[in-house]
Protein backbone atom coordinates (compact mmCIF):
# COMPACT_ATOMS: atom_id res chain seq x y z
CA UNK A 1 0.00 0.00 0.00
CA UNK A 2 1.24 3.66 -0.84
CA UNK A 3 0.73 6.72 0.80
CA UNK A 4 0.74 9.90 -0.68
CA UNK A 5 1.33 13.89 0.27
CA UNK A 6 1.08 17.20 -1.63
CA UNK A 7 2.41 19.84 -0.76
CA UNK A 8 3.45 23.36 -2.71
CA UNK A 9 -0.07 24.94 -2.55
CA UNK A 10 -0.65 28.34 -2.27
CA UNK A 11 -1.60 31.62 -3.54
CA UNK A 12 -0.24 32.88 -6.52
CA UNK A 13 -0.35 35.65 -8.81
CA UNK A 14 -1.77 35.02 -12.44
CA UNK A 15 1.59 34.43 -14.70
CA UNK A 16 3.26 33.21 -11.15
CA UNK A 17 5.10 29.79 -10.72
CA UNK A 18 4.09 26.98 -8.02
CA UNK A 19 6.15 23.47 -7.44
CA UNK A 20 4.11 20.79 -5.87
CA UNK A 21 5.30 17.80 -4.36
CA UNK A 22 3.80 14.59 -4.00
CA UNK A 23 5.60 11.87 -1.35
CA UNK A 24 4.89 8.13 -1.21
CA UNK A 25 5.48 6.13 1.73
CA UNK A 26 5.09 2.62 2.93
CA UNK A 27 6.20 1.40 -1.03
CA UNK A 28 8.67 2.81 -3.31
CA UNK A 29 7.43 4.07 -6.26
CA UNK A 30 9.36 2.78 -8.69
CA UNK A 31 7.21 0.52 -10.47
CA UNK A 32 3.90 2.97 -9.99
CA UNK A 33 2.88 5.23 -12.42
CA UNK A 34 2.10 8.47 -10.56
CA UNK A 35 -0.84 10.96 -11.69
CA UNK A 36 -1.63 14.60 -10.70
CA UNK A 37 -5.68 15.25 -10.87
CA UNK A 38 -7.02 18.58 -9.92
CA UNK A 39 -10.42 19.29 -8.55
CA UNK A 40 -12.12 22.97 -8.87
CA UNK A 41 -15.02 24.24 -6.62
CA UNK A 42 -18.05 22.71 -8.02
CA UNK A 43 -16.84 20.40 -10.50
CA UNK A 44 -15.34 17.33 -11.37
CA UNK A 45 -11.61 15.94 -10.68
CA UNK A 46 -9.95 15.67 -13.70
CA UNK A 47 -6.46 14.74 -15.12
CA UNK A 48 -3.23 17.24 -15.04
CA UNK A 49 -0.93 15.03 -16.23
CA UNK A 50 0.12 11.97 -15.39
CA UNK A 51 4.07 9.79 -15.63
CA UNK A 52 4.72 6.03 -16.24
CA UNK A 53 7.24 3.71 -14.28
CA UNK A 54 9.15 4.11 -17.70
CA UNK A 55 9.06 8.01 -17.76
CA UNK A 56 6.44 8.56 -20.51
CA UNK A 57 3.94 11.33 -19.71
CA UNK A 58 0.52 12.60 -20.45
CA UNK A 59 -0.58 16.27 -20.14
CA UNK A 60 -4.28 17.15 -20.35
CA UNK A 61 -4.06 20.07 -23.40
CA UNK A 62 -5.26 22.88 -20.58
CA UNK A 63 -1.84 22.39 -19.63
CA UNK A 64 0.40 20.74 -21.79
CA UNK A 65 3.36 23.46 -22.31
CA UNK A 66 2.72 25.30 -19.07
CA UNK A 67 3.15 22.24 -16.79
CA UNK A 68 5.66 19.83 -15.85
CA UNK A 69 5.60 16.39 -14.38
CA UNK A 70 8.99 14.78 -13.08
CA UNK A 71 9.77 11.78 -10.83
CA UNK A 72 12.50 11.42 -8.27
CA UNK A 73 12.36 7.55 -7.57
CA UNK A 74 15.63 7.63 -4.95
CA UNK A 75 13.25 10.37 -3.00
CA UNK A 76 9.93 8.86 -3.93
CA UNK A 77 8.90 12.19 -4.82
CA UNK A 78 6.65 13.37 -7.69
CA UNK A 79 6.88 17.11 -8.57
CA UNK A 80 4.07 19.42 -10.86
CA UNK A 81 6.16 22.57 -11.81
CA UNK A 82 3.22 24.71 -13.43
CA UNK A 83 4.20 27.90 -14.45
CA UNK A 84 1.73 30.81 -16.08
CA UNK A 85 -0.45 30.45 -13.93
CA UNK A 86 -3.72 30.98 -14.64
CA UNK A 87 -7.01 31.88 -12.50
CA UNK A 88 -8.78 28.70 -14.59
CA UNK A 89 -5.72 26.43 -12.60
CA UNK A 90 -7.37 27.24 -9.14
CA UNK A 91 -7.76 24.18 -7.93
CA UNK A 92 -7.02 21.66 -5.22
CA UNK A 93 -4.45 19.39 -7.01
CA UNK A 94 -4.01 15.48 -5.71
CA UNK A 95 -1.67 12.67 -6.98
CA UNK A 96 -2.63 8.95 -7.58
CA UNK A 97 -0.42 6.36 -7.90
CA UNK A 98 -1.29 2.67 -9.09
CA UNK A 99 -3.42 3.49 -12.35
CA UNK A 100 -3.49 4.86 -15.92
CA UNK A 101 -6.11 6.74 -17.38
CA UNK A 102 -8.30 10.28 -16.99
CA UNK A 103 -10.60 8.61 -14.79
CA UNK A 104 -10.62 8.64 -11.01
CA UNK A 105 -11.74 5.36 -11.12
CA UNK A 106 -8.34 4.59 -12.99
CA UNK A 107 -6.44 4.79 -10.11
CA UNK A 108 -6.24 2.84 -6.61
CA UNK A 109 -4.42 5.85 -4.26
CA UNK A 110 -4.75 9.26 -2.91
CA UNK A 111 -3.73 11.92 -1.45
CA UNK A 112 -5.16 14.52 0.20
CA UNK A 113 -4.85 17.67 -2.17
CA UNK A 114 -2.96 20.45 -1.80
CA UNK A 115 -5.30 23.65 -2.75
CA UNK A 116 -3.75 26.24 -5.16
CA UNK A 117 -5.46 29.81 -6.06
CA UNK A 118 -4.72 31.98 -8.60
CA UNK A 119 -5.22 35.57 -8.53
CA UNK A 120 -6.00 37.47 -11.40
Known amino acids: EVQLVESGGGLVQAGGSLKLSCVAS????????IGWFRQAPGKEREPVSY???????IYDDSVEGRFTMTRHNAKNTVYLEMNSLKPEDTAVYYC??????????????WGQGTLVTVSS
Open 96 to 109: AADGWGPLVTDWKY
Open 51 to 57: ISDSYSI
Open 26 to 33: GSPIDDYA
